[in-house]
């Protein structure tokens, strides 16, 4: 079965078919670096690192490009709250979210680049749209460059709408627009604007317009027309609509499929920093660990919305220690590496089925259940191909505890042999309490550890732990 993913632009679920063969290139919108990423920033990080790991499992040479936009109104605005300069507040969210990614175990992509360092691609965009007659230079001196949404019939396309029915644009004052909707593709420098955050143009100094920046880059990475462009689907208007309609006038195909994912909501309101109910990465990863809270983000389908709660967060913990209970368990038993990494079916087809992951993580989940009945009944063979199985899926989701990130994140090998002594030292207290049934004292270590990272578990052969901090 061929892999099948829904087209947000034509709202149907289309064969893949790659512009060349064996070759992919994704763009997806990376982040407005006014803030660190919440975990609704990076469900979409966590989308695209699965598409790009499933798309190499397939066969295919994936390159992913990922935008920072570290030049915006939101920054700048951001930047005279935190009293500092723009381009420090970017960098320092820049690496915040590069935190975030490792975290996760997100790979980078392949190419992440900045908006201020594609300056020239934009005005060349611009001067091209200028010449076909889709854009002009504001009449009011400004120094604002805006599209032209009249000139191009096709506008709407994507998010199914009508130009008459559209709100006006309100990136930039409207006295220089010939329409309402008409949106920026250049800022003219203000009064108060820190110099830094102009660059000279033939329509005077300024800055880029959100859209604008990304046609440009994905344009200079990937070609004038690429296989996917995705996102969260609050980008789908206005900002994916503006970039398909100034990337087509300026004679570029773009992209093929456009995917979005859901968002992640907090009681039924969108996460995001406006709102001020953001669940930053580096808080939530104190309270589960990293790898349970990308399972957490990998459990539902990308196009469902998801509504956030400590219990759901617990849930995906627990659901993804049962997994990792049942690899160590058979990594023990029969070695780490034995098995064949073979994908079985069931998960393969729900992979193709619009990266359907619910579905593949159920086929996991039913594979360690058979794992665990043949620990039990001592059958190493059947231990051995549900391991090998098990942990080759995983590795497409970015969730095998035995390969990195994961694995070298446990304790380290200088202080292993020290912890090693002073847990076991504490487990066998805790197996004295339990012996004289004084269950307070038996419990209040397991809590001791528990608060160190190190959680406990009792199986018929004594008690196992293992380091979660």
Known sequence: MPLRLYDSATRQIRDFDPIRPGKVGIYHCGLTVQGPPHIGHIRKEVVFDVLSRWMEHDGYDVTVVANITDIDDKVLAKSVEAGQEWWALAYANERALHQAYDALGCRPPTYEPRATGHITEMIEMI???????????????????????????????????????????????PRGKRDPRDFALWKGSKAGEPKTASWATPWGRGRPGWHLECSAMAGKYLGDEFDIHGGGL??????????????????RPFARI?????????????????????????????RVP????????????????????????????????????????????????SGAPVVCADFAAAM???????????????????????????????????????????????????????????????????????????????????ARKDFASSDAIRDQLAAAGVVVEDTAEGSRWVVRA
């Not at 709102?275 to 580096?282: D, E, H, R, T």
């Open 127 to 173: 001067e091209a749209l200028i010449a076909a007659g889709h854009a002009y230079p504001a009449a009011d001196g400004s120094g604002d460059v805006y599209f032209d949404v009249r000139s191009w019939p096709a506008y709407g396309e994507l998010s199914g709408q009508r130009i008459d029915d559209m709100e006006a644009a309100a990136d930039a004052d």
């Open 290 to 337: 990293p790898a349970a809270l990308r399972y957490y983000l990998v459990a539902p389908h990308y196009r469902s919305i998801v509504e956030f709660s400590e219990g759901a967060l617990a849930e995906a913990a627990t659901a993804y220690a049962r997994i990792e209970g049942f690899i160590t368990r058979a990594a023990e038993r029969v070695g780490a590496d």
């Open 352 to 434: 193709d089925d619009d990266l359907g992951t619910p579905a593949a993580l159920a086929s996991v989940h039913e594979i360690v259940r058979s794992g665990n009945a043949a620990l039990a009944s001592g059958d190493d063979v059947q231990v051995r191909g549900a391991l090998g199985s098990v942990r080759a899926m995983l590795a497409i989701l970015g969730l095998d505890p035995l390969a990195e990130p994961w694995a070298s994140r446990g304790v380290s090998a200088a202080s292993s042999g020290v912890v090693d002594t002073l847990v076991e030292a504490l487990l066998e207290q805790r197996a004295a309490a339990r």
């Open 258 to 286: 456009w995917m979005h994912n859901a968002m992640l909501n907090l009681t039924g309101e969108k996460m995001s920093k406006s709102v001020g109910n953001a669940l930053l990465v580096s808080e939530v990863v104190k």
């Open 234 to 251: 609050d980008l789908r208007f206005p900002h994916h609509e503006n970039e398909l309609a100034q990337s087509r006038a300026a004679g």
